[in-house]
């Protein structure tokens, strides 16, 4: 049996108030800290799905799916790997 609604709601108000009271400065910074983080893991699927690419070639393809993913942001759709 998981926690009960009462629990999970009073822990949602909570994250909510400590991020009303995170300063801008440190929001700013978790956000590029975020990117960094998927950056890093989308790199390195892409170096392990292709081995014999060059870093150029590893950072294009990067970019091409950074683009694709704005594109279809876009156009309302889900990102890749979610059913239509």
């Given at each position: 049996m998981g926690p009960s609604k009462e629990l999970t709601d009073a822990l949602f108000i909570e994250k909510v108030m400590r991020a009303r009271r995170t300063p801008p400065e440190r929001?700013?910074?978790a956000g590029a800290r975020?990117?960094?983080y998927m950056r890093s893991?989308?790199?390195t699927a892409i170096r392990n799905e292709n081995p014999?690419?060059?870093p150029e070639e590893?950072?294009?393809m990067f970019q091409r799916r950074l683009k694709i993913n704005r594109m279809m942001e876009e156009q309302?759709?889900?990102p890749s790997g979610e059913p239509l």
């Open positions: 929001k700013f910074l975020l990117y960094e893991i989308a790199m014999n690419a060059t590893h950072r294009k309302s759709l889900p």
